[in-house]
Nanobody, 123 residues
Framework: QVQLVESGGGLVQAGGSLRLSCAAS????????MAWYRQAPGKQRELVAV???????TYVDSVKGRFTISRDNAKNTVYLQMNSLKAEDTAVYYC?????????????????WGQGTQVTVSS
């Protein structure tokens, strides 16, 4: 059906940068919004950034000016460029896509998640 595969996480020192990628594959008809969420230990999952199909972006206040979300619609891929990383950015980062996919002669809409990628920022 549909898969979202993330890459790019890792360990970085405070002040450093990382770039996350998330590629959607399968019988995709169209993708609406693509987003990044994160979940730190003992905390609820929070929305970090959203990019609509038209390219509009929204960020949580804590990452504004440091993170940039972008997408390549031809590749069904969304990116998250993270600069000036802080220890409080440490979390598992999840990709999310609101998309429509083919099922035979029909199509269905759904909300899909990646498996998550760990980002650890050492202070």
């Amino acid at each position: 059906q549909v898969q979202l595969v993330e890459s790019g996480g890792g360990l970085v020192q405070a002040g450093g940068s990382l770039r996350l990628s998330c590629a959607a594959s399968g019988s995709i008809r169209s993708i609406n919004a693509m987003a990044w969420y994160r979940q730190a230990p003992g905390k609820q999952r929070e929305l970090v950034a959203v990019c609509t199909s038209g390219g509009s972006t929204t960020y949580v206040d804590s990452v504004k000016g440091r993170f940039t979300i972008s997408r390549d619609n031809a590749k069904n891929t969304v990116y998250l460029q993270m600069n000036s990383l802080k220890a409080e950015d440490t979390a598992v980062y999840y990709c999310n896509a609101d998309l429509t996919f083919y099922m035979g002669s029909y199509h269905r809409s759904g909300d899909y998640w990646g498996q998550g990628t760990q980002v650890t920022v050492s202070s």
